[in-house]
């Protein structure tokens, strides 16, 4: 129950899109640490379900994907509960509308899965999701198709007859803002014959910092749970950080400068591969997401 870094089944969207509203319902009914079947939940939810589908179990994917609960099935019955991050969201922004809030789940549900395998390759909590905002620029470049995409997929999770939907699918949750429209994560054109996509960086600004460290330091927990010392190198390569930003060098190293300036970190740079000291605890960095909000 207590495991956060669950990876997420291949198909686990089920033709939903992650709905921000569901998702807050879903939050409010995990706080009383209910458990019930899909057909209780969807009664004192709202959240549509039917005999052999429906949205509940997606949203409850995506929700422990996006590290907002805990959650456990056995045989028909779902145990949910609040993780820390997910207190802390449902106390500060009930409604999940602040972009701070919004960045946070799209990051977590973009990050890598800690894999007990050696010498795997890289996977993520949810595949598609790590595979277009972690691998994308590499794989498909600057701008890419809907198409170029879910042959991607097909690459990576094999071929299947519902890869176009399923890219489909993760490509409209950010054009539409009762999802992740509001993220800005994609920019997307269209010419005569088709639409294209660009993969967006995450903004650079101090209002979204703290919850960039908060997501910093909870993969940290992931990954690295007890070190307290750590090469950059070692951790961007292990997290995908900055390639899941999407940032520059530069902006990089102002946040990096930022997280040592508010007591996140301490640098050490004398070195050829600059040293990352962890200085602070998770319950702190989760306190402070909302800090920077005027």
């Given at each position: 129950?207590?495991?956060?870094?669950?990876?997420?089944?291949?198909?686990?969207?089920?033709?939903?899109?992650p709905?921000?509203?569901?998702?807050?319902?879903?939050?409010?009914?995990?706080?009383?640490?209910?458990?019930?079947?899909?057909?209780?939940?969807?009664?004192?939810?709202?959240?549509?379900?039917?005999?052999?589908?429906?949205?509940?179990?997606?949203?409850?994917?995506?929700?422990?994907?996006?590290?907002?609960?805990?959650?456990?099935?056995?045989?028909?019955?779902?145990?949910?509960?609040l993780?820390?991050?997910?207190?802390?969201?449902?106390?500060?922004?009930?409604?999940?509308?602040?972009?701070?809030?919004?960045?946070?789940?799209?990051?977590?549900?973009?990050?890598?899965?800690?894999?007990?395998?050696?010498?795997?390759?890289?996977?993520?909590?949810?595949?598609?999701?790590f595979?277009?905002?972690?691998?994308?620029?590499?794989?498909?470049?600057?701008?890419?198709?809907?198409?170029?995409?879910?042959?991607?997929?097909?690459?990576?999770?094999?071929?299947?007859?519902?890869?176009?939907?399923?890219?489909?699918?993760?490509l409209?949750?950010?054009?539409?803002?009762?999802c992740?429209?509001?993220?800005?994560?994609?920019?997307?054109?269209?010419?005569i014959?088709?639409s294209?996509y660009?993969?967006?960086?995450?903004?650079?600004?101090?209002?979204?910092?703290?919850?960039?460290?908060?997501?910093?330091?909870?993969?940290?927990?992931?990954?690295?749970?007890?070190?307290?010392?750590?090469?950059?190198?070692?951790?961007?390569?292990?997290?995908?950080?900055?390639?899941?930003?999407?940032?520059?060098?530069?902006?990089?190293?102002?946040?990096?400068?930022?997280?040592?300036?508010?007591?996140?970190?301490?640098?050490?740079?004398?070195?050829?591969?600059?040293?990352?000291?962890?200085?602070?605890?998770?319950?702190?960095?989760?306190?402070?997401?909302?800090?920077?909000?005027?």
């Open positions: 129950m207590q495991k956060l870094g669950k990876q997420l089944p291949t198909s686990f969207a089920k033709d939903f899109k709905e921000r509203r569901l998702i807050s319902n879903l939050l409010k009914y995990a706080l009383s640490e209910n458990s019930g079947d899909k057909h209780e939940i969807s009664e004192k939810t709202g959240i549509p379900t039917g005999v052999s589908s429906g949205k509940v179990e997606p949203t409850i994917h995506y929700a422990s994907g996006m590290g907002l609960v805990y959650s456990s099935k056995h045989l028909d019955k779902w145990e949910l509960r993780t820390p991050l997910g207190k802390t969201v449902l106390e500060e922004d009930p409604y999940l509308t602040e972009s701070v809030t919004l960045w946070l789940m799209h990051l977590m549900l973009c990050r890598p899965y800690k894999s007990s395998k050696a010498n795997e390759p890289s996977q993520g909590i949810a595949d598609q999701w595979a277009l905002f972690a691998l994308g620029k590499l794989r498909l470049g600057n701008c890419f198709s809907s198409g170029e995409y879910a042959e991607f997929l097909s690459e990576r999770l094999g071929s299947g007859s519902d890869r176009v939907s399923m890219a489909n699918l993760i409209r949750s950010y054009e539409e803002e009762s992740l429209g509001l993220v800005k994560a994609l920019e997307k054109s269209t010419d014959t088709q294209h660009t993969l967006a960086a995450a903004p650079d600004n101090e209002e979204l910092y703290p919850a960039l460290a908060a997501y910093f330091i909870l993969l940290w927990d992931e990954f690295f749970d007890s070190t307290e010392q750590l090469h950059l190198e070692e951790l961007i390569k292990t997290t995908y950080l900055f390639s899941t930003l999407n940032w520059t060098k530069e902006q990089s190293s102002r946040w990096l400068d930022w997280l040592a300036d508010h007591g996140v970190v301490q640098l050490d740079r004398q070195t050829g591969d600059t040293l990352v000291l962890r200085t602070t605890s998770t319950s702190k960095v989760l306190k402070n997401i909302y800090s920077e909000l005027i």
